[in-house]
């Protein structure tokens, strides 16, 4: 009888089962800020890395003479394993846009008064969708600009060099970079990351870890193989399967939505979203020789020759510009 109501050693838990069964990963340890360096606008990251973070006035429209200026990012001889990510994020609060458009609408008249009282309600209830246009939100968006590389002794000034080169870069491109402290991070991470919002969201204490302070202890977190669940919020990913054979500007642009007004209103992007860019920063120079060396060898057969010998002129061009010294 007291073996079944207390089993055997053969089918009962071991001590380190029931501990691995009963353990959980805190979350908060897989967001990457751990402290801020207010003289350099340094953060320091959980992977043993040094980092900067800028916001950015995001473009309508990005075109030929924008992205000339940004290829500048690439010939900064940034260290290898160096990760930078561009993020366009559609932030449903709008709460700051709208107080600062009514601080701007000062009227003595009482029409003013209600008209500017009234748009502003009008944009506020749209956040969930405007009925007149196809069910499109008002969002503010932001683009946010990360640059992160290993920890080195070699590197100037405690890589303040970087950060200046960095901003003059994105300045030149019209993105009117400024620095993003942690009490701006903390309070779009701690809307992003939980249910509700806080007295105090954007409180910072240094003391503390950065990641330590976004989550609220009363915020639920569960994963499973199609999603992330935070709260009552549904996050997944998707990322891209196949690129085509020639990629645009305007082509890039039609990824957050429609550009064409009245008639691209259907394919908008009508859900919240990030959009994240990362480049890497690698030693690519015997990958690419190898490739070369491996594409030139093959023999073409055909329908396959003109698709072959395209392969082969790209491989020749990439290998000559490493050789010549130019980042590929």
């Known amino acids: 009888m007291l073996k079944h109501i207390f089993g055997d050693k053969l089918s009962s838990p071991t001590r380190r089962e029931l501990i691995k069964k009963v353990e959980r990963s805190s979350f908060s340890g897989f967001l990457p800020w751990m402290y801020y360096d207010s003289e350099t606008g340094m953060y320091t990251n959980t992977d043993d890395t040094w980092g900067f973070l800028w916001e950015c006035r995001p473009l309508a429209f990005a075109g030929d003479a924008t992205a000339q200026v940004l290829e500048g990012l690439f010939r900064l001889n940034l260290p290898f394993g160096s990760i930078m990510q561009f993020i366009l994020w559609a932030d449903s609060h709008i709460d700051p846009v709208l107080e600062r458009y009514r601080s701007l609408r000062k009227r003595e008249s009482d029409i003013g008064a209600e008209s500017t009282t009234r748009f502003v309600d009008f944009m506020s209830s749209g956040r969930d969708g405007l009925a007149a246009m196809a069910g499109i939100p008002v969002r503010q968006f932001r683009l946010l600009v990360c640059l992160k590389f290993p920890k080195s002794d ?36 701690r809307r992003l990351f939980n249910d509700r919002i806080s007295l105090n969201n954007d409180e910072y204490d240094p003391e503390i870890p950065i990641n330590r302070q976004i989550i609220f202890s009363d915020t639920e977190i569960a994963k499973d193989n199609r999603r992330l669940m935070v709260g009552e919020k549904i996050l997944r990913c998707a990322t891209v399967k196949k690129f085509p054979l020639e990629v645009n500007y305007l082509q890039t642009n039609e990824i957050f939505g429609g550009i064409s007004g009245l008639v691209g209103n259907s394919s908008q992007v009508i859900t919240p979203f990030l959009f994240c860019l990362n480049i890497v920063f690698a030693d690519l120079k015997a990958k690419l020789h190898a490739k070369c060396n491996l594409v030139l060898s093959q023999q073409a057969f055909g329908s396959f020759a003109p698709s072959l ?20």
């Open 309 to 328: 010998s395209r392969k082969k002129e790209e491989n020749l061009e990439a290998t000559d510009k490493i050789e010549r010294g130019i980042p590929f």
């Open 154 to 189: 070699k590197l100037s000034s405690g890589g303040s060099d970087i950060r200046g080169a960095v901003s003059e870069i994105l300045k030149g491109a019209h993105l009117q970079p400024r620095s993003l402290e942690p009490t701006s991070l903390i309070d779009g991470m």
